[in-house]
DNA sequence: CTTCAGGAGTTACCTTGGTAACTACCTAGC
DNA sequence: GCTAGGTAGTTACCAAGGTAACTCCTGAAG
């Protein structure tokens, strides 16, 4: 992806929009929230620096991370032209965040002016629906068994090795697939037990 | 919505598309299968009549539906321009059905010179993109009852009344929800032994 | 060095809901 | 009128996994 969307702006026009008020950047602490859910949306956000990640929450505080997004992708660019333009997760800083803010009337005149931005601006989208969608497919209505499973062999492949690095800690794993940390824990330890895989904090093992 | 995209087209845009070969008409009968799971995306797709769902069917053939589509909703719009752009899920004709397909690199060409085309075309993809979003908060990793009072809530507002006109089968609620039919129809049976509510074959009546 | 917090593994207990096997309608076609 | 297919309701049985209450380990702060 690597910046497209700023990248398709020329400096001259980032200038400009920032000295007109139309840009403006805003910064978050480690931790603290970018938007609530409910919230209405009127900017598009580019990420600039940092980490944010989509959370939904339950009523019982139950928490599953939908998304992670991180430097020059963007927030909201699915809901300011939807009829319900309110965030529908909580958005959260991971890291300190600087976000770059793009008010909505003038992103229309961008998209006119520019069509590369246009261009970037609906791939970003279109990969963010697709998150969504990947969401539904890999992880509802299964069992921790097909969910672990499911995860395993997307990052089998994208490693391209049976022994597969998990950058994130267990705890998290479990939050992403959308189940207790507990029942995570204990599904692995089956699947070790059946002697399918291997594991310790840092990587899984498919045993062939 | 009522027709926004093709309404934002003139004839004189529309007959030339037609007869240069950019748009062309396909037809579905009922229940035949528009797009399978893992086809790949090369056209805009318009409903002009008749109706569609999206769902999403795992190994041991469990059917959830996503979305139901209609006419002047739109197929494809989130994939085109994505750097994966194959169908997620099966879009199956519940109807007979007919469907206005636009070739990828005209769809650009009409975004530039008609800016209300484009305006249509956003708002339409943010909205699908909405409802993938609503699809988690509403139904996911939630038990029956859960999801079955979050339908009552929203179609509360929507209706508002308390006595909840159900227009669809109980079997199509249950595929709704993405639950079993029999898991359903026990839990609406308990939520009746408990006074919560009254129901029959079209309606469902919330008892405060 | 000590303390404390957060990640991680384990397990008994129990709720949720999927499965399967019924039954009872209702409607369309013969 | 009779039959076949589709929608609904019911329930015994059982597997999956959430909950809670532990323990152990590690790393950072004091």
């Known amino acids: 992806m690597q910046s497209t ?5 020329s400096r001259d026009e980032i200038a400009r929009c920032l000295s007109d008020g139309s840009f403006f950047a ?7 929230v970018v938007h609530f859910d409910g919230e209405i949306c ?27 997004f991180i ?10 032209f939807s009829k319900n333009p ?13 976000i770059l803010k793009i008010k909505k009337d003038r992103l229309f005149a961008l998209f006119s002016d520019n069509q590369a931005f246009l261009k970037s601006f609906l791939s970003l989208i279109s990969d963010h629906a697709t998150i969504l969608g990947d ?29 597969i690095k998990i950058s994130m800690s267990k ?5 992403k697939i959308g189940v207790q940390r507990t029942s995570l824990s204990r599904e692995l330890a ?17 045993i062939e």
């Open 71 to 80: 430097s020059d992708d963007i927030l909201g660019g699915n809901l300011l």
């Open 5 to 9: 969307l700023m990248h398709s702006l």
């Open 135 to 163: 969401r539904i497919k890999h992880y509802v209505n299964r069992t921790i068994r097909e969910s672990i499973t499911s995860f395993l062999e997307y990052e089998r492949k994208q490693q391209n090795s049976n022994r």
């Open 26 to 32: 805003a910064s978050y602490g480690k931790n603290s």
């Open 190 to 206: 089956k699947m070790r037990n059946q002697g399918l895989i291997t594991f310790d904090a840092d990587f899984i093992e498919i």
């Open 86 to 98: 309110h965030y529908p997760m909580t958005i959260t800083a991971m890291l300190p965040t600087t």
């Open 42 to 68: 009127s900017n598009l956000e580019i990420i600039l620096s940092g980490k944010v990640v989509v959370q939904r929450i339950d009523e019982s505080g139950n928490l599953m991370v939908i998304a992670e």
């Open 171 to 175: 705890k998290a794993l479990a939050e």
